[in-house]
Every structure is written in C-alpha cells, then in structure tokens.
C-alpha cells in the first residue's frame, strides 16, 4: 500500500464542500494526519503503552474512530494480558475497508474485530481500554455525554479511556495564539496558506472543538474519576480518565 502525499486542497476546486472521510482522503490519510496534527506519532505510540498497562485479562480494548488502525496497531503490538480482543470501529466504509488491509498484513496475534458503525450504535462492554483519538470532535455536540456516558457504563472497573481531541481555548488571546501557532505547523511542514484555508473551511461546523474545562466536565459528570491531562501540543491534547 503506497500512501499518497496530502495535495487535496492544494487546487482551487470550487464546490469542495465539507470534509468527510472519503476513499479521496483514505489515500493520503497517513500523511494528512502526520502534518496536521502536532504530537500525534507520539500519543499512538503512548496509547501502545497505557494499553499494555491497564488491559485486563479476558476483556475487550476499542478503538473508536480507528481510521486506519494506528491505536489498535499500537495495543496489539504492546498488549500482554490474555483473551484480549481489541474492536475497532469507524463509521467510514473506506477506513474500514483500507483497515483491514492493514490489520492483515500485520502478523501480531491479538484479535481484532472491524467495524463498520456509527458510534452511537456500536455495542461497548467489558472493556478495560478504549482509546478515542481525535473523534469525539465529529460527533454532534448534543450528543457527546450520550456517547460518553454510554462507553463509562461498557467499561470495566479499573478501566482507562484515552480521550484525545483538538481544543478550543476560553481566553480568545490564548486561542488565537494556539491556533496561529498550528497553522505556522502546517506551512512548515509544506501546506500552503490556500490549503490550510480550503481546509479549515471544509472542517467549519464539521470538527468542533471544546474547551478542556468542558471535557473534564463531561467526563465527571459522566462518572469518570481521575482524569489526567497527560499530552498537550498547541491545541492538541490527549486526556486519561478512570473507571473506579
């Protein structure tokens, strides 16, 4: 499998319309995701560790909105308790169909189940890890602490969510900063200032970012204890949090 560079927004195509993930971003998704978001070889390898730490014998390990399988790569290779299965589940038919690929050409031993479904719809339970990288920012506002609070009751206790996501700042000067601060990231790593535009516009009201306070929030209400900010570049971050 040739990954191809990240060129989708480099022409002035009008009538692009908001991003979704389709078989045209399947393609360059590895690079995409590498020159867009700080830190990210460093949360998946991170996430291969916290899973050989906290899964649990004869329990289940999600990856929710796996895309191409990165975090479940990372808990296969690193996960050392017995009768594990690791889910995988993304709502993109694409990234299901290029994830297998790439689970089948990997000769760990780990099981792995794939599957193409809507989060909300997806069956959780017995799970000691679940690890969300960059997805709950896709999933409607209004129906978070649903899903949330739907993963907490299929967690075992002792359990970890790795909840990593892009964040939105209180303090306008601090977000304007942050956000600046990630567009210079981009351009050095050879995007242009027309497709850093063309994306943000394709990404409005598709990826909506909240504020830290608002995860935390979330989180506890939702019965996690404990929750850590472990990972944080710009306005990137990546969170643990507990089930007692």
């Known amino acids: 499998m040739n990954d191809k560079r990240d060129d989708i927004y480099a022409y ?33 390898h991170m996430v291969g560790q916290i899973a050989e730490r906290y ?39 694409d990234m299901i169909e290029r994830c297998k690929l790439v689970i089948d050409a990997d000769s760990h031993d780990v099981p792995v189940e794939l599957r193409c479904e809507d989060l909300l719809q997806s069956e959780l339970n017995n799970a000691s890890v679940v690890v969300m990288n960059f997805t709950l920012q896709f999933i409607a506002p ?32 601090h977000d304007q900063l942050m956000n600046e601060l990630h567009h210079y990231f981009k351009k050095t790593n050879g995007y242009s200032d027309l497709e850093i535009a063309k994306k943000r516009s ?6 909506i970012p909240e504020s830290l306070e608002k ?11 404990g929750t850590e900010l472990w990972f944080q570049c710009f306005n990137f971050s990546s969170l643990l949090a507990f089930k007692e």
């Open 202 to 207: 394709a990404l409005e009201n598709v990826l």
């Open 215 to 225: 995860h935390k929030q979330r989180l506890a209400a939702c019965g996690f204890k």
């Open 12 to 44: 002035n195509e009008k009538g692009f319309g908001h991003f979704v993930f389709d078989q045209r971003v399947v393609e360059v998704f590895p690079d995409m995701i590498k020159r867009s978001v700080p830190g990210y070889s460093t949360i998946i």
């Open 142 to 173: 209004g129906k978070r602490d649903q899903l949330i609070s739907k993963i907490y009751k299929g967690m075992r206790p002792g359990g970890v969510l790795v909840l990593s996501e892009k964040l939105k700042f209180n303090d306008d000067h």
């Open 55 to 93: 899964a649990q014998a004869g329990s289940n390990c999600y990856d929710l909105g796996c895309s191409l399988g990165a975090s479940t790569l990372a808990m296969r290779h690193r996960i050392q308790a017995a009768n594990v299965r690791i889910v995988s589940v993304d709502n993109s038919a």
